[in-house]
């Protein structure tokens, strides 16, 4: 059996080279750009090296997706064309041109943050799944019962304690002045994408901590998802923590049914909470199902990755070429545009088949493309092989914090560098417009990214120990 999936504990692995490589001449460019290959590459253990986690590429994919949601979350202030499918947005009633590469399916979902939420919440469906489901098919009950005496009693502090430190210093951040810009900004919004929700700056320190902690209050319910206006992408959080508890239920109360009820009960209730536009909470049912799927693979030595990253039994071509099919087809679905759908080449057809009682074609597809492109890296090693490289496992072990942190930093000094490039480049064109833009993400990019290792040590890191110590001492 595999051990279980941790997506916020995966550690940083460092591709090994051999050392005779040094010794060949090498132009003083490949020397220069050599160490940053490194994380491009699959990684292989060697002596000296722990083997790679079996399920690493789960967290190599939730760092690529924390990514794309900050790609997101920075562009979609200067952009709006994005958020058209390919074809649909009708220019001459729009403005809108409609035929830009962003806009075809699977490349736009670099740029658009949705899709990657419900990537997000399958993920965490089958990591918080893995374990209890080992234990269930293999009838271990008392530790089965501890499993999930663990996960609920340290869900909350998991989630809750590095947003609320990263919060606090959003306070103080706003008390010091750096907000004052972006508040001003927002006021009469210069640019051509999404005036983004965001706090009031008050004169008085003690009327912006009142607010604070009325926003963060509203913040802590679970029950009534809200979006905090000091930063609107953390409405994920309440939600995280309420799904899982829900998914925790569902574990319990399946565990002792036949693999194979169980399997078909959750794939009704999936069906079931899509129906009735809870489809959240149906991705986190989707990840116990691929949970499932997982670990009938490893039992029977099917296509699981073992600790080299080599499948222990080849695919046949028609099996690889199937899962390729599931995969594409999943991504395509995911990648449903947020507008013009029903104008779309593909979506439209899909759209006028859809039944009525289906109120947002949008986010239903798009939910169940998110399960079937799990389903299909779950069916193919080979697929996988992008979210197995030392890049992908980094960005995965900072994902929480990379997500918690991006949204402050785009708003105090992603704003305020996109005009100062543009008085380089000008924006007058569009080459011009899109290079201030881009110039701006890299810097924002490296300023994130560092942040957000630096969270994960101080912070994330920290808090999950100190669950785990609350719950030892405490414990019976």
Same mark, same amino acid.
């Given at each position: 059996?595999?051990p279980?999936?941790? $997506? ?7 591709? &090994?080279?051999? +050392? ?20 491009? *590459? ?9 083997? *790679? ?8 994919l ?7 949601v ?5 562009q ?27 806009q ?19 993920l ?5 799944s893995?374990?209890? #489901?080992?234990l ?7 530790r ?22 990263v ?20 006021q009469?919004?210069?640019f051509?994408?999404?005036? &983004? ?6 004169a008085?320190?003690?009327a *912006?901590?009142s ?28 939600? +995280? ?11 319990v ?43 009938i ?6 296509l ?11 695919q ?6 199937s899962?390729?099919?599931?995969y @594409? ?11 013009g ?14 039944p ?12 169940l ?5 799990? $389903?299909? $890296? ?7 092989v ?28 992603? +704003? ?11 924006? &007058?064109? &569009? #080459?011009?417009?899109?290079l ?11 300023? @994130?990214?560092w942040?957000?290792?630096v @969270?994960?040590?101080?912070?994330d ?8 110590t609350? *719950? ?5």
């Amino acid at each position: 059996m595999f051990p279980q999936s941790r $997506l916020d504990g995966v550690p940083l692995l460092k591709a &090994e080279f051999n +050392e005779k490589v040094e010794v060949v001449r090498q132009s003083s460019i490949w020397r220069a750009i050599q160490p940053y290959t490194r994380f491009l *590459q699959r990684t292989s253990p060697s002596a000296n090296q722990k083997p *790679q986690h079996p399920t690493a590429w789960l967290d190599g994919l939730r760092g690529v997706a924390a990514f794309f949601v900050f790609i997101y979350h920075f562009q979609h202030e200067f952009h709006k064309a994005y958020n058209w499918g390919y074809g649909g947005a009708n220019p001459d009633k729009t403005g809108f041109v409609d035929h830009r590469l962003i806009q075809l399916p699977i490349i736009r979902l670099i740029f658009t943050g949705g899709p990657m939420v419900s990537i997000f919440w399958v993920l965490s469906g089958v990591s918080l799944s893995l374990k209890p #489901i080992q234990l269930a098919r293999s009838q271990d009950w008392a530790r089965f019962f501890d499993t999930m005496f663990s996960s609920v009693f340290r869900r909350m502090l998991r989630l809750y304690i590095p947003v609320f430190v990263v919060q606090i210093c959003v306070l103080l951040a706003t008390l010091l002045g750096f907000y004052n810009h972006s508040f001003e900004l927002s006021q009469d919004w210069p640019f051509a994408g999404t005036n &983004e929700m965001r706090h009031e700056v008050f004169a008085s320190a003690t009327a *912006q901590i009142s607010d604070w902690w009325k926003e963060m209050w509203k913040f802590l319910n679970p029950f009534a998802p809200y979006r905090p206006k000091y930063d609107p992408h953390l409405w994920t959080i309440p939600l +995280e923590f309420r799904n899982s508890i829900i998914l925790f239920a569902t574990l319990v109360g399946y565990a002792k049914l036949r693999p194979r009820v169980r399997m078909t009960l959750a794939g009704l209730l999936y069906t079931y909470l899509a129906v009735i536009d809870q489809g959240d909470v149906g991705l986190f049912i989707a990840g116990m199902g691929c949970a499932e799927f997982l670990v009938i693979l490893d039992e029977n030595k099917g296509l699981l990755p073992t600790s080299q990253g080599t499948s222990q039994l080849k695919q046949s071509k028609r099996s690889r070429i199937s899962w390729t099919v599931i995969y @594409v087809f999943g991504l395509w679905l995911l990648s449903w545009p947020a507008w013009g759908g029903e104008r779309t080449a593909g979506y439209e057809t899909i759209q006028a088949l859809t039944p009525s009682f289906i109120n947002s074609p949008e986010m239903t597809y798009s939910r169940l493309g998110a399960a079937i492109a799990l $389903l299909g $890296l779950c069916g193919a090693s080979y697929l996988r092989v992008p979210f197995e490289t030392s890049l992908a496992v980094y960005l995965g072990k900072i994902s929480f914090p990379l997500y918690i942190i991006h949204g402050p930093i785009c708003h105090m000094i992603g +704003e305020a560098l996109v005009p100062f490039f543009w008085s380089f480049t000008g924006n &007058e064109t &569009e #080459i011009r417009y899109e290079l201030g833009v881009c110039l701006a993400f890299m810097v924002v990019a490296v300023i @994130v990214i560092w942040l957000a290792d630096v @969270v994960m040590r101080v912070v994330d890191t920290p808090s999950v120990r100190f669950g785990r110590t609350l *719950q030892s001492r405490w414990s019976l």
